[in-house]
């Protein structure tokens, strides 16, 4: 299929044989695209678009992976409802999501602005903000297990050096989500500095001069040249935080199983443990086209924020 | 470790000592330490002994170096290791061809909707793994002629417990197709014009002369990939019920998964052995990797 195109015969570079040559390439282009494209479309349909569909059927059943099933309407969307589990599952969620994204885009952002001066030693604080990226959930959540154990951990520790009486952190209710909070925050940090750094290394260094030309201070030149230039990039990391604060479960299953009582219990986690402990599909779909509404939400809110800065 | 970040006495930049830039480097410093000192922590903790550890403290009385090597023994990790491995490369490979052709089609062939073919790569980027979890596990194993299943895909366990359910599913996310894609579009059009008039074929051309050009996006993908793979938990959790196949990660897990008596020396020595390979990575590959990154919030 590469080798269609013929060479064009020399010395005769008439116009009905280019047009008939551009045309065979047309044919041969659209071919060769089709293929390279399919294993892609086939993958994603299979693996993606198929499954999004069959969440939104499986949801309105009571399958629970044997041979008989029934439909149930909006059965389980109403039971749902009335659901403590789901309820403190969902709120937690969004909770979590509220406070994580903002703060560790504003963090980011401003380690962003100070690695983006000139500085030395630059490689070592991307890897070190990096390092808790690449670590695998698991891990980072063991660590900080440990930091937070109430008798010999870190966190105590370091609450002793100024002479704090210690906290139960995770095992304290009234801690337990604010810590895990804390461990989101730290963690994802790394991703988002590194791409605030690439889209701050292209803003227009000409934009940036003549506005200094014109008198900006250093705020002034932030607020109006790269706030604005930066904006597809925030938006791209707006919506990858929030895909991502949703999918919190490694962390919360190895630090608390949702615990203390179901102070920390989130989203993905309540609907495995229906999907795949308790066995209730239909209900744990119901409960995942619910998760996608909210994150469609948060998306929808996301995109009004961005034009109401943009037409500032 | 701080050293590296202090301005050399005497140098070149006047600027270099002023006291906004002494601050910048004391705030820089601080959030790195912070960022490290779990880490520091980790290792640590993996040469002390049980007793040492009922205690806080940060160095440990000697370097028990057979904490690391207990415990290698106290669960098949080295098979964890392998099978991690196998699961990064193999997914890594998947992704690359799979998502660089896509991308490239995209974005230089002359396709009658391209634009919303686009579009649509864009909008199941938007999609969690998490959201199609129970579905995924259902078509998984119903893949048919496989685990025992029929061509209509009942009767076995299908792509359950295999390295293909492993491999497969999470490889080349759309995110990689449209990382690929941003890439090929800013190559300029005429490099594969040149190649044309000698006579390679299309599929030539997008694989010997346009794809070397894009190095740094095949270097963000691979990167990427590999750190999915590698920490990869819930999908492993989900489809796997024997050791043969488990990664890393489960095997981590299961050293915490008793409260009462977890071996923490051993769980450190493990994570901090299992975190290595990510980190080095990442030193090796962190010029390309950011460049890679520049290209990913640029539209159109």
Known sequence: ?312 | MTSATLPAIGSAKPSALRPGRVLLYVVLTVGAVLMITPFVWMLLTAFKSNLEIAKFGWLPSELRWRNFSEAMQTAPFLRYFRNSLFIAVGETAFTLVVCTMAGYALAKMPLRGAKSLLNYFIVLLLVPFQIILVPLFLIVKSIPLFGGNNILGHGGIGWLNSWWGLIIPLGAAPLFTFLARQFYVSLPDELAQAARVDGLGEFGIFLRIMTPLIKPALITIAVFQIEAAWNGFLWPLMITTSDSMRPLQLGLAIFSQNPAEIQWPYLMAGTALATLPMIVLFVFAQKRFVEGMANVGIKG
């Open chain 1, 1 to 312: 299929m590469s080798t269609t195109l013929e060479r064009p015969a020399l010395g005769t570079p008439r116009k009905v044989s280019a047009s008939k040559d551009s045309r065979t390439l047309l044919k041969s282009q659209i071919r060769t695209g089709w293929a390279l494209l399919a294993p892609a479309l086939l993958h994603s349909g299979i693996f993606i678009v198929i499954p999004v569909i069959a969440v939104l059927v499986l949801s309105l059943t009571n399958y629970s992976f044997g041979d008989t099933w029934a439909w149930v309407g909006f059965g389980n969307y109403a039971d749902l409802f009335r659901d403590v589990d789901f309820q403190a599952s969902l709120w937690h969620t969004v909770l979590y999501a509220i406070v994580v994204i903002p703060i560790s885009m504003a963090i980011s952002l401003a380690v962003a602005i100070g690695l983006n001066q000139k500085i030395r030693g630059l490689s070592f604080f991307r890897t070190a903000f990096y390092i808790p990226t690449v670590t695998a959930t698991v891990a980072v959540a063991t660590i900080w297990l440990w930091i937070y154990n109430p008798g010999s951990g870190l966190a105590n520790g370091f609450l002793s050096l100024f002479g704090f009486a210690p906290n139960r952190w995770l095992a304290d209710p009234a801690t337990a989500l604010p810590s895990l909070m804390v461990v989101g925050i730290w963690q994802g940090l790394g991703t988002k500095v590194i791409i605030y750094l690439a889209a701050l290394q292209g803003v227009s260094r000409d934009l940036l001069e003549s506005s200094e030309i014109d008198g900006a201070n250093r705020w002034q030149k932030f607020a109006n040249v790269t706030w604005p230039a930066i904006g597809p990039v925030q938006f791209f990391v707006l919506i990858t935080s929030i895909v991502g604060t949703f999918q919190v479960f490694d962390l919360v299953y190895v630090m608390t199983q949702g615990g203390p009582g179901s102070e920390t219990r989130v989203l993905v986690m309540d609907i495995y443990q229906n999907a795949f402990q308790d066995l209730k599909l239909g209900y744990a779909s119901a409960e995942t086209v619910i998760m996608m509404i909210v994150i469609a939400v948060f998306i929808g809110v996301g995109r009004l924020l961005q034009k109401a800065d943009a037409n500032d």
